[in-house]
């Protein structure tokens, strides 16, 4: 069912059309309007699931985590410095293979304090063991929470999962969304299966102490499990497509790329302000297009090789920083396109919320055509 709502109340509404029976968060904006519904949503008796009230970011990951031990489908949400205090149990997750869905709103890490959008926080946990999908608007928010669930309880991958979405340019904003009903959602996404759990008739251990001995098997155990997802995530989100109309088989979506010799490289809700940029630069004889990723973790090098193979040039907007170095998106496509002789330029922009307009994508494309990039963009030089 078509309805216009708010990014924030659209992906309580997914989360609750997935029965998780335990949910766990701390509000922190500008996720709250989130966990707020969901608690409503609970009080009201319009979800049947314990929710856990908690006194910081770590101790509702680690009630989550706990939950999902004990075999429960378990979900929370977080963004900026909520995310950054989960750190440690994030890899706890990850290593204990608990497929824990968590939306992330987005958010600037501080120091300076900023609550507008770029995406250092989820970025600054890449190597977690987390799959990490991003969202162009609020549909796809919704719908790769049915997918992010799908994937992720998978017994071929049993790896937890960000569904990221943009702060306040998507979380605070009224979009159509095709909303699915329960029995649809119950069709894609069976009742939860625990491949393990607590059980004190049955006692096992989660997260135990590993030796020099097996560490490193531990850690090659969880690289296979993200490599094995994609291949689950393209059948998942094939099924998907046919059962509902929306395709999400795959890791990177192209926009008027068939014939582009300048592609951009872009995640999260700027796509959607690119294409309309690529459009108008169409109209003006510009062979412009954009190579979406939708799916970062993982990494989907080949299909990003394969798509970006007959281009003259890359231009990566990366709204994240690796300090000293790149943008993240930029570094690993760099290594995507190595040896292919395609040069690729990285700018980094919009952090802190900062605007990216249409007129200055068009700059960029200029730029790249010129050879010029890996640097900051807009830079406010009267400051500096």
């Known amino acids: 069912m078509m309805e216009i709502i708010e990014g924030s109340y659209a992906v309580a509404e997914a989360v609750r059309l997935c029965r998780p029976q335990v949910i766990s968060a701390y509000p922190i904006t500008p996720q709250t309007h989130i966990v707020e519904a969901l608690a409503?949503?609970?009080?009201?008796?319009?979800?049947?699931?314990?929710?856990?009230t908690v006194e910081s970011e770590f101790?509702?990951?680690?009630?989550?985590?706990?939950?999902?031990?004990?075999?429960?489908?378990?979900?929370?949400?977080?963004?900026?410095?909520?995310l950054a205090l989960m750190f440690e149990v994030c890899f706890n997750v990850a290593g204990m293979r608990l497929p824990i869905i968590m939306t992330i709103a987005n958010r600037a890490l501080g120091a300076p304090l900023s609550i507008w959008n770029d995406q250092q926080d989820s970025i600054?946990?890449?190597?977690?063991?987390?799959?990490?999908?991003y969202a162009e608007d609020n549909q796809e928010a919704?719908?790769?929470?049915?997918?992010?669930?799908?994937?992720?309880?998978?017994?071929?991958?049993?790896?937890?999962?960000?569904?990221?979405?943009?702060?306040f340019i998507l979380s605070h904003t009224y979009e159509p969304v095709d909303m699915l009903s329960q029995e649809d959602v119950d069709k894609f996404l069976p009742k939860f299966s625990p491949y393990q759990q607590l059980d004190a008739a049955d006692p096992i251990s989660f997260g135990m102490y590993a030796t020099p001995d097996y560490y490193?098997?531990?850690?090659?155990?969880?690289?296979?499990?993200?490599?094995?997802?994609?291949?689950?995530?393209?059948?998942?989100?094939?099924?998907?497509?046919?059962?509902f109309g929306r395709d999400y088989s795959a890791l990177v979506e192209g926009y008027q790329l068939d014939d582009a010799e300048t592609a951009i490289v872009a995640m999260g809700s700027i796509c959607g302000t690119i294409k309309d940029t690529i459009d108008e630069m169409r109209d003006e004889g510009k062979k412009v297009g954009l190579l979406k990723i939708r799916?970062?973790?993982?990494?989907?090098?080949?299909?990003?090789?394969?798509?970006?193979?007959?281009?003259?040039?890359?231009?990566?907007?990366?709204?994240?920083i690796s300090l000293g170095s790149k943008g993240a998106v930029a570094?690993?496509?760099?290594?995507?396109?190595?040896?292919s002789g395609i040069p690729v330029k990285d700018y980094i922009l919009g952090l802190g919320g900062r605007d990216v307009r249409k007129k200055d994508i068009k700059e960029i494309v200029l730029r790249a055509e010129r050879g010029q990039g890996d640097q900051f963009f807009g830079l406010r030089k009267e400051v500096l």
């Not at 680690?62 to 489908?73: I, N, V």
């Not at 919704?142 to 669930?149: M, P």
């Open 124 to 133: 600054s946990l890449r190597d977690s063991g987390w799959l990490q999908f």
């Open 142 to 167: 919704t719908d790769l929470h049915f997918l992010a669930y799908r994937v992720a309880e998978d017994h071929a991958v049993l790896l937890p999962a960000f569904v990221c979405f943009d702060g």
């Open 331 to 339: 570094l690993e496509v760099k290594d995507a396109l190595y040896g």
């Open 216 to 243: 490193l098997e531990f850690r090659y155990e969880t690289d296979c499990a993200v490599k094995r997802s994609k291949d689950v995530i393209r059948k998942a989100g094939k099924e998907f497509g046919s059962m």
């Open 59 to 82: 101790s509702a990951l680690s009630a989550c985590l706990g939950a999902s031990a004990a075999g429960s489908r378990t979900y929370s949400a977080t963004t900026s410095q909520g």
């Open 295 to 320: 799916v970062f973790r993982p990494f989907p090098d080949e299909e990003i090789a394969k798509a970006l193979s007959h281009v003259k040039r890359v231009a990566v907007l990366d709204k994240n």
């Open 40 to 52: 409503d949503m609970v009080a009201n008796c319009k979800l049947d699931a314990d929710y856990m």
